[in-house]
């Protein structure tokens, strides 16, 4: 059985530092590339960052870049991202994804940034 859970979200003043964790089971989770996306009230969800199977490579969407670091442990299957310089507009539900011969979704953790 397949799960994908996220955990870290919560409320940060904006400034601070958040780091998610998304630990998955039930699949190879070294065969997958690991994605966090985000969806704020009234938004479409969009992808945050991305890395790679092996962790060679990371995209970012250009409003985190510099800010967010997403990285992964294979040996323990659970992908990171650290949330450094929070702003408001971070504000969203953040997801896990796997994408590989398959397509897994964690349930979201909810990040809030305010003062």
């Known amino acids: 059985q397949v799960h994908v859970v996220e955990s870290g979200g919560g409320l940060v003043q904006p400034g601070g530092s958040l780091r998610l964790s998304c630990s998955a089971s039930?699949?190879?989770?070294?065969?997958?590339?690991m994605n966090w996306y985000r969806q704020a009230p009234g938004k479409e969800r969009e992808l945050v960052a991305r890395?790679?199977?092996?962790?060679?490579?990371?995209i970012y969407v250009d409003s985190v870049k510099g800010r967010f670091t997403i990285s992964r442990d294979n040996a323990k299957n659970t992908v990171y991202l650290q949330m450094n310089s929070l702003k408001p507009e971070d504000t969203a539900v953040y997801y896990c994804?796997?994408?590989?011969?398959?397509?897994?979704w964690g349930q979201g953790t909810q990040v809030t940034v305010s003062s």
């Open positions: 994804n796997a994408r590989g011969d398959y397509e897994f």
């Open positions: 890395i790679t199977r092996l962790g060679s490579s990371t």
């Open positions: 039930g699949f190879t989770f070294s065969r997958y590339v």
